[in-house]
Protein backbone atom coordinates (compact mmCIF):
# COMPACT_ATOMS: atom_id res chain seq x y z
CA UNK A 1 0.00 0.00 0.00
CA UNK A 2 2.77 2.45 0.53
CA UNK A 3 4.57 1.59 -2.08
CA UNK A 4 1.54 2.28 -4.33
CA UNK A 5 1.11 6.12 -2.48
CA UNK A 6 4.96 6.61 -3.34
CA UNK A 7 4.41 5.51 -6.97
CA UNK A 8 1.17 7.82 -7.03
CA UNK A 9 3.00 10.78 -5.69
CA UNK A 10 5.83 10.22 -7.88
CA UNK A 11 4.04 10.15 -10.97
CA UNK A 12 1.67 12.55 -9.97
CA UNK A 13 4.79 15.27 -9.70
CA UNK A 14 6.46 13.69 -12.98
CA UNK A 15 3.10 14.96 -14.61
CA UNK A 16 3.02 18.38 -12.71
CA UNK A 17 6.81 19.03 -13.78
CA UNK A 18 5.93 17.77 -17.28
CA UNK A 19 2.71 20.56 -17.26
CA UNK A 20 4.65 22.72 -16.25
CA UNK A 21 7.50 22.60 -18.93
CA UNK A 22 4.94 22.54 -21.94
CA UNK A 23 3.47 25.26 -20.26
CA UNK A 24 6.98 27.63 -20.06
CA UNK A 25 7.47 26.38 -23.51
CA UNK A 26 4.58 27.37 -25.08
CA UNK A 27 4.70 30.99 -23.10
CA UNK A 28 8.39 31.13 -24.65
CA UNK A 29 7.46 30.29 -27.99
CA UNK A 30 4.47 33.18 -27.82
CA UNK A 31 6.92 35.48 -26.43
CA UNK A 32 9.41 34.76 -29.32
CA UNK A 33 6.73 35.47 -31.82
CA UNK A 34 5.62 38.78 -30.19
CA UNK A 35 9.09 40.02 -30.30
CA UNK A 36 9.77 38.76 -34.15
CA UNK A 37 6.46 40.98 -34.97
CA UNK A 38 7.61 43.91 -33.23
CA UNK A 39 11.35 43.54 -35.22
CA UNK A 40 9.97 42.82 -38.44
CA UNK A 41 9.32 45.63 -41.43
CA UNK A 42 5.72 47.22 -41.56
CA UNK A 43 4.45 47.49 -45.22
CA UNK A 44 5.45 51.48 -45.39
CA UNK A 45 2.47 53.78 -46.32
CA UNK A 46 2.54 54.85 -49.93
CA UNK A 47 1.22 56.21 -53.00
CA UNK A 48 1.50 55.76 -56.28
CA UNK A 49 0.17 56.16 -59.43
CA UNK A 50 -2.07 53.32 -60.44
CA UNK A 51 -1.31 52.89 -64.78
CA UNK A 52 -5.14 51.76 -64.61
CA UNK A 53 -5.67 55.19 -63.83
CA UNK A 54 -5.67 57.27 -60.65
CA UNK A 55 -3.72 57.05 -57.75
CA UNK A 56 -3.10 54.02 -55.72
CA UNK A 57 -2.17 53.88 -51.44
CA UNK A 58 -1.70 51.47 -49.40
CA UNK A 59 -5.45 52.30 -47.67
CA UNK A 60 -6.28 51.11 -51.06
CA UNK A 61 -5.51 47.55 -50.23
CA UNK A 62 -8.55 45.35 -48.56
CA UNK A 63 -7.51 44.73 -45.10
CA UNK A 64 -7.33 41.30 -44.53
CA UNK A 65 -5.33 40.18 -47.29
CA UNK A 66 -1.92 39.21 -47.62
CA UNK A 67 -0.19 41.41 -49.74
CA UNK A 68 3.06 40.70 -52.47
CA UNK A 69 4.65 43.47 -53.91
CA UNK A 70 6.72 42.84 -56.63
CA UNK A 71 9.12 45.01 -58.03
CA UNK A 72 9.63 45.13 -61.88
CA UNK A 73 10.98 45.92 -65.47
CA UNK A 74 9.03 45.00 -68.14
CA UNK A 75 11.95 44.27 -70.63
CA UNK A 76 13.48 41.60 -67.84
CA UNK A 77 12.94 37.86 -68.63
CA UNK A 78 12.90 37.11 -65.44
CA UNK A 79 10.30 39.54 -64.34
CA UNK A 80 7.37 38.89 -66.91
CA UNK A 81 8.09 35.37 -66.11
CA UNK A 82 7.44 35.80 -62.63
CA UNK A 83 4.09 37.68 -63.45
CA UNK A 84 3.29 34.86 -65.95
CA UNK A 85 3.63 32.15 -63.21
CA UNK A 86 1.70 34.49 -60.88
CA UNK A 87 -1.36 35.07 -62.97
CA UNK A 88 -1.77 31.46 -63.73
CA UNK A 89 -1.79 30.49 -60.30
CA UNK A 90 -3.86 33.75 -59.51
CA UNK A 91 -6.41 31.22 -57.77
CA UNK A 92 -3.95 29.23 -55.67
CA UNK A 93 -3.78 32.66 -53.81
CA UNK A 94 -7.31 33.36 -51.90
CA UNK A 95 -7.33 36.33 -49.82
CA UNK A 96 -4.48 37.83 -51.54
CA UNK A 97 -3.63 40.96 -53.56
CA UNK A 98 -0.34 41.64 -55.87
CA UNK A 99 0.75 44.90 -56.04
CA UNK A 100 3.43 45.33 -59.36
CA UNK A 101 6.06 48.02 -59.15
CA UNK A 102 7.99 49.67 -62.00
CA UNK A 103 9.87 53.14 -62.90
CA UNK A 104 9.80 52.58 -66.26
CA UNK A 105 7.79 55.03 -68.16
CA UNK A 106 3.81 55.09 -68.22
CA UNK A 107 3.64 54.77 -71.18
CA UNK A 108 5.73 51.25 -71.28
CA UNK A 109 3.94 50.36 -68.60
CA UNK A 110 0.43 50.83 -69.83
CA UNK A 111 1.55 48.56 -72.83
CA UNK A 112 2.53 45.90 -70.42
CA UNK A 113 -0.68 46.08 -68.70
CA UNK A 114 -2.42 46.05 -71.18
CA UNK A 115 -0.68 42.75 -73.02
CA UNK A 116 -0.92 41.12 -69.48
CA UNK A 117 -4.84 42.36 -69.25
CA UNK A 118 -4.55 42.90 -65.80
CA UNK A 119 -7.50 45.17 -65.81
CA UNK A 120 -9.18 42.35 -65.25
CA UNK A 121 -7.62 41.32 -62.12
CA UNK A 122 -9.38 42.81 -58.93
CA UNK A 123 -6.69 42.01 -56.55
CA UNK A 124 -3.60 43.02 -58.83
CA UNK A 125 -2.45 46.77 -59.15
CA UNK A 126 0.42 48.08 -61.54
CA UNK A 127 1.96 51.14 -59.99
CA UNK A 128 4.24 53.38 -61.71
CA UNK A 129 6.66 55.29 -59.29
CA UNK A 130 9.83 57.11 -59.79
CA UNK A 131 12.63 55.38 -58.95
CA UNK A 132 13.43 57.57 -55.80
CA UNK A 133 10.00 58.04 -54.52
CA UNK A 134 10.76 53.58 -54.35
CA UNK A 135 13.77 54.20 -53.16
CA UNK A 136 12.55 56.10 -50.14
CA UNK A 137 9.63 53.58 -49.43
CA UNK A 138 11.22 50.81 -49.76
CA UNK A 139 14.58 50.87 -50.06
CA UNK A 140 17.28 50.14 -53.02
CA UNK A 141 16.28 46.60 -54.46
CA UNK A 142 17.34 44.89 -57.77
CA UNK A 143 14.68 43.08 -60.07
CA UNK A 144 12.42 41.68 -59.94
CA UNK A 145 12.35 41.58 -55.86
CA UNK A 146 9.11 40.53 -54.04
CA UNK A 147 8.36 41.32 -50.90
CA UNK A 148 5.75 39.33 -48.86
CA UNK A 149 3.49 40.77 -46.03
CA UNK A 150 0.87 39.19 -44.12
CA UNK A 151 -2.53 40.37 -43.21
CA UNK A 152 -1.10 42.65 -40.40
CA UNK A 153 0.59 44.30 -43.36
CA UNK A 154 4.38 43.08 -41.62
CA UNK A 155 6.72 41.51 -43.59
CA UNK A 156 7.36 37.93 -43.67
CA UNK A 157 9.64 37.08 -46.35
CA UNK A 158 11.93 38.69 -49.26
CA UNK A 159 13.05 37.33 -52.54
CA UNK A 160 15.73 38.88 -54.64
CA UNK A 161 15.69 37.72 -57.98
CA UNK A 162 13.04 35.82 -59.86
CA UNK A 163 11.56 33.27 -57.35
CA UNK A 164 9.38 30.32 -58.03
CA UNK A 165 5.68 30.18 -58.02
CA UNK A 166 6.20 27.36 -55.55
CA UNK A 167 8.66 29.58 -52.94
CA UNK A 168 5.43 32.08 -53.64
CA UNK A 169 2.58 29.73 -52.28
CA UNK A 170 4.69 27.63 -49.69
CA UNK A 171 5.32 31.39 -47.75
CA UNK A 172 1.76 32.30 -48.68
CA UNK A 173 0.69 29.42 -46.49
CA UNK A 174 2.85 29.96 -43.66
CA UNK A 175 2.11 33.96 -43.48
CA UNK A 176 -0.17 34.03 -40.78
CA UNK A 177 0.97 31.29 -38.59
Known amino acids: MRKRTIISWALGLGLLMLG ?14 QQQQKGRASLPSFTFSNVGGGLFSLDSIPSKQHVYVLFL ?10 VDS ?20 HEELKVFYDEYRLKEYANIR ?11 SFG ?8 VFNKD ?3 VKQF ?4 SIRALLTVGAQVDE
Do not use: H, W
Request: glycine share 2%.
Open 126 to 136: LLFVDEKEAEA
Open 73 to 82: DPSCDYCTAE
Open 20 to 33: LYFSMRILSIQQDR
Open 160 to 163: FGQV
Open 86 to 105: ILDNLDRFPASFFVFVSSLS
Open 153 to 155: RLL
Open 140 to 147: QLPMPTTL
